[in-house]
Nanobody
Framework: QVQLVESGGGWVQAGGSLRLSCAAS????????MGWFRQTPGKEREFVAA????????CYANSVKDRFTISRDNAANTVFLQMSSLKSEDTAAYYC????????????????????WGQGTQVTVSS
Protein backbone atom coordinates (compact mmCIF):
# COMPACT_ATOMS: atom_id res chain seq x y z
CA GLN A 1 0.00 0.00 0.00
CA VAL A 2 1.00 3.62 -0.37
CA GLN A 3 2.92 5.11 2.52
CA LEU A 4 4.21 8.62 3.06
CA VAL A 5 6.44 8.97 6.09
CA GLU A 6 7.52 12.40 7.28
CA SER A 7 10.56 13.03 9.45
CA GLY A 8 12.75 15.90 10.58
CA GLY A 9 10.35 17.79 12.79
CA GLY A 10 11.25 18.98 16.25
CA TRP A 11 11.82 21.99 18.43
CA VAL A 12 13.79 25.00 17.25
CA GLN A 13 14.29 28.57 18.36
CA ALA A 14 12.89 31.41 16.29
CA GLY A 15 15.26 32.27 13.46
CA GLY A 16 16.48 28.70 13.22
CA SER A 17 16.14 26.09 10.48
CA LEU A 18 14.75 22.62 10.02
CA ARG A 19 14.63 20.24 7.09
CA LEU A 20 11.63 17.98 6.73
CA SER A 21 11.71 14.82 4.63
CA CYS A 22 8.89 12.68 3.30
CA ALA A 23 9.72 9.20 2.05
CA ALA A 24 7.18 7.62 -0.28
CA SER A 25 6.61 3.97 -1.06
CA UNK A 26 3.99 1.90 -2.83
CA UNK A 27 3.54 4.33 -5.72
CA UNK A 28 5.35 5.53 -8.82
CA UNK A 29 6.72 8.63 -7.18
CA UNK A 30 7.48 10.54 -10.37
CA UNK A 31 3.80 10.29 -11.40
CA UNK A 32 2.75 12.42 -8.43
CA UNK A 33 2.95 16.08 -7.64
CA MET A 34 3.87 16.56 -4.00
CA GLY A 35 2.76 19.08 -1.45
CA TRP A 36 3.42 20.15 2.11
CA PHE A 37 0.59 21.34 4.32
CA ARG A 38 0.38 22.27 7.98
CA GLN A 39 -2.25 22.31 10.67
CA THR A 40 -2.66 23.65 14.18
CA PRO A 41 -5.33 22.50 16.65
CA GLY A 42 -8.76 23.86 15.83
CA LYS A 43 -7.75 25.14 12.41
CA GLU A 44 -8.06 23.79 8.91
CA ARG A 45 -5.09 22.25 7.19
CA GLU A 46 -3.35 24.93 5.13
CA PHE A 47 -1.14 24.85 2.06
CA VAL A 48 2.58 25.47 2.51
CA ALA A 49 4.38 24.43 -0.68
CA ALA A 50 4.03 22.19 -3.71
CA UNK A 51 6.28 20.80 -6.41
CA UNK A 52 5.58 19.33 -9.82
CA UNK A 53 6.30 15.75 -10.81
CA UNK A 54 9.75 16.43 -12.20
CA UNK A 55 10.55 19.23 -9.77
CA UNK A 56 10.64 21.94 -12.41
CA UNK A 57 7.79 24.00 -10.94
CA UNK A 58 7.17 25.03 -7.34
CA CYS A 59 4.60 27.09 -5.49
CA TYR A 60 4.60 28.59 -1.99
CA ALA A 61 2.16 30.13 0.40
CA ASN A 62 2.83 33.84 0.83
CA SER A 63 3.54 33.29 4.52
CA VAL A 64 6.55 31.08 3.79
CA LYS A 65 7.82 32.47 0.50
CA ASP A 66 11.54 33.28 0.57
CA ARG A 67 11.95 31.28 3.80
CA PHE A 68 10.96 27.73 2.79
CA THR A 69 12.20 25.66 -0.15
CA ILE A 70 10.55 22.52 -1.47
CA SER A 71 12.55 20.00 -3.48
CA ARG A 72 12.34 16.37 -4.48
CA ASP A 73 14.60 13.47 -5.35
CA ASN A 74 12.69 11.11 -7.63
CA ALA A 75 15.45 8.52 -7.53
CA ALA A 76 15.05 8.35 -3.74
CA ASN A 77 11.25 8.75 -3.71
CA THR A 78 11.60 11.63 -1.28
CA VAL A 79 10.37 15.20 -1.04
CA PHE A 80 11.96 17.78 1.22
CA LEU A 81 10.98 21.04 2.86
CA GLN A 82 13.87 23.24 3.92
CA MET A 83 12.60 25.75 6.45
CA SER A 84 14.68 28.76 7.42
CA SER A 85 14.12 31.93 9.47
CA LEU A 86 11.46 30.08 11.39
CA LYS A 87 8.85 32.04 13.30
CA SER A 88 6.60 31.06 16.17
CA GLU A 89 3.65 31.15 13.79
CA ASP A 90 5.25 28.30 11.81
CA THR A 91 4.52 26.00 14.75
CA ALA A 92 2.25 23.23 13.44
CA ALA A 93 2.00 19.62 12.42
CA TYR A 94 3.41 19.34 8.91
CA TYR A 95 2.02 16.84 6.43
CA CYS A 96 3.24 15.75 3.03
CA UNK A 97 0.79 14.71 0.34
CA UNK A 98 0.87 13.08 -3.09
CA UNK A 99 -1.52 13.93 -5.89
CA UNK A 100 -1.85 12.47 -9.35
CA UNK A 101 -5.03 13.73 -11.02
CA UNK A 102 -4.81 17.47 -10.47
CA UNK A 103 -6.64 20.26 -12.25
CA UNK A 104 -3.28 21.90 -12.90
CA UNK A 105 -0.64 19.98 -14.87
CA UNK A 106 1.99 20.99 -12.34
CA UNK A 107 0.81 21.04 -8.70
CA UNK A 108 -2.11 21.92 -6.45
CA UNK A 109 -2.62 24.12 -3.41
CA UNK A 110 -5.89 22.41 -2.47
CA UNK A 111 -6.14 19.73 0.20
CA UNK A 112 -8.92 17.91 -1.63
CA UNK A 113 -6.85 17.28 -4.75
CA UNK A 114 -4.28 15.11 -3.02
CA UNK A 115 -4.70 11.34 -2.92
CA UNK A 116 -2.35 10.26 -0.17
CA TRP A 117 -1.17 11.80 3.09
CA GLY A 118 1.51 11.14 5.64
CA GLN A 119 0.94 10.96 9.37
CA GLY A 120 2.54 14.33 10.04
CA THR A 121 5.57 15.61 11.92
CA GLN A 122 5.41 18.29 14.60
CA VAL A 123 7.40 21.48 14.27
CA THR A 124 7.58 23.75 17.32
CA VAL A 125 9.25 27.15 17.07
CA SER A 126 10.02 28.87 20.35
CA SER A 127 10.21 32.65 20.38
Amino acid sequence: QVQLVESGGGWVQAGGSLRLSCAASGLTFSDYAMGWFRQTPGKEREFVAAISRRGSSTCYANSVKDRFTISRDNAANTVFLQMSSLKSEDTAAYYCAAGRSLRSPFYSTYVGEYDYWGQGTQVTVSS
